[in-house]
Each structure stands twice: as structure tokens, then as C-alpha cells.
């Protein structure tokens, strides 16, 4: 047993990327992050597909305006195969299949305190380039939502949270003052 814990120490130690454990902070409640891909003339000619690097999952064909989702822990990568070429199950067949791959350019959200009225996180991406074997991505926007899909301000959510607190440490503050007059 011991061996088998100093082989796994070692491997997470050399991991390019360290690992994250699947449990949420305490305090804190999941977050769903998804991506969409904005519709581009870039596009044209190519089928992307998104795939982990590590770990377990499968392959996603990627359709502009369709959200998919993606994991910062796994490293999910997005290939670029020539259009009308099929899609294998297999991410090993894609990554050898692809003209080109690219990096997410944005790290996934997993968890939001558990006072948040977020619930999701919905990111925009945008194909700059497909070019000598490189993917390029750019983030075109982000949305919060909320309950029921609706969009979150965080600017307003932070000023009432502060509001609140203010307002705690003003009652906590008088009922102190009250405690030293009465005793």
C-alpha cells in the first residue's frame, strides 16, 4: 500500500498540471460552466470536437451556438478535423485525426459560496484562427445566471452583500454599546 501511495504522490508531483480533488470548499454549493462557440466564417471547412487529456470522458463535437461543457481539471482540448471527415469516439483517434488543436482560454468555474444566487456560468468563444496546426480561441463574452436562467449582476450583488454586512456590524456594534451602559 505504501508503494502505491508514493507512486501516486510522485505522479501528481510530476503531473504537468496539478490535480484537483472533486470535492467542493466547504461553504460553497457546484456551479454548471458551459461554453458556446460563436458562429465564424473561420469555421468554415472544419468540425471541432472537444476531448480531456486526462482522465476519463469522450468526445464532443462542438456546433456553434450549442453549449458543451469542459473541465480545467482534465485539460479538455478542442481539435480541428477537415469538414465531413467523421468524428471517432475514441479521443486518442481524434487527437491523431485533428489539423489542428487549441487551448480554452478560460478556466472552468465549479463553485460559488453558498449565499450566491449563481448557478451557472456561460462563456462565449470565438475561432480567431485555424492555422499551421494551431487552434486559436478567444473569449467573446461571459454570462452569470441565475435561478430559472436569468442573467446575475455580480456589481449589485456585491453591493447589497456589503450592505448587509455594514448593517450586521452596526447592530452588532450598538447591542455592545448597550451591553457596557447596562453593566
Same mark, same amino acid.
Given at each position: 500500500?505504501?508503494?502505491?501511495?508514493?507512486?501516486? =504522490?510522485?505522479?501528481?508531483?510530476? *503531473?504537468?498540471?496539478?490535480?484537483?480533488?472533486?470535492? %467542493? &470548499?466547504? $461553504? @460553497?454549493?457546484?456551479?454548471?460552466?458551459?461554453?458556446?462557440?460563436?458562429?465564424?466564417?473561420?469555421?468554415?471547412?472544419?468540425?471541432?470536437?472537444?476531448?480531456?487529456?486526462?482522465?476519463?470522458?469522450?468526445?464532443?463535437?462542438?456546433?456553434?451556438? =450549442?453549449?458543451?461543457?469542459?473541465? *480545467?481539471?482534465?485539460?479538455?482540448?478542442?481539435?480541428? %478535423? &477537415?469538414? $465531413? @471527415?467523421?468524428?471517432?469516439?475514441?479521443?486518442?483517434?481524434?487527437?491523431a485525426a485533428a489539423s489542428?488543436?487549441?487551448?480554452?482560454?478560460?478556466?472552468?468555474?465549479?463553485?460559488?459560496?453558498?449565499?450566491?444566487?449563481?448557478?451557472?456560468?456561460?462563456?462565449?468563444?470565438?475561432?480567431?484562427?485555424?492555422e499551421d496546426g494551431v487552434?486559436?480561441?478567444?473569449?467573446? $463574452?461571459?454570462?452569470?445566471?441565475?435561478?430559472?436562467?436569468?442573467?446575475?449582476?455580480?456589481?449589485?450583488?456585491?453591493?447589497?452583500?456589503?450592505?448587509?454586512?455594514?448593517?450586521?456590524?452596526?447592530?452588532?456594534?450598538?447591542?455592545?454599546?448597550?451591553?457596557?451602559?447596562?453593566?
Amino acid at each position: 500500500m505504501t508503494r502505491g501511495l508514493l507512486l501516486s =504522490v510522485l505522479c501528481a508531483a510530476l *503531473s504537468a498540471t496539478p490535480l484537483e480533488a472533486d470535492v %467542493l &470548499p466547504p $461553504g @460553497s454549493r457546484g456551479v454548471r460552466h458551459e461554453l458556446v462557440l460563436e458562429a465564424s466564417e473561420v469555421l468554415d471547412g472544419w468540425t471541432l470536437a472537444a476531448t480531456p487529456v486526462r482522465g476519463f470522458g469522450g468526445v464532443t463535437v462542438i456546433e456553434p451556438g =450549442v453549449p458543451f461543457t469542459f473541465s *480545467s481539471k482534465y485539460g479538455t482540448r478542442v481539435y480541428a %478535423l &477537415p469538414a $465531413g @471527415s467523421p468524428v471517432a469516439d475514441e479521443p486518442d483517434a481524434v487527437r491523431a485525426a485533428a489539423s489542428a488543436e487549441g487551448e480554452i482560454p478560460v478556466a472552468e468555474v465549479t463553485s460559488t459560496p453558498l449565499v450566491s444566487p449563481l448557478t451557472g456560468v456561460v462563456t462565449t468563444l470565438r475561432v480567431v484562427a485555424i492555422e499551421d496546426g494551431v487552434l486559436t480561441l478567444e473569449v467573446a $463574452g461571459e454570462r452569470s445566471l441565475g435561478v430559472a436562467g436569468l442573467e446575475v449582476r455580480t456589481g449589485l450583488l456585491t453591493g447589497a452583500l456589503a450592505l448587509v454586512a455594514c448593517a450586521g456590524l452596526a447592530t452588532v456594534l450598538e447591542l455592545a454599546r448597550r451591553a457596557r451602559r447596562a453593566g
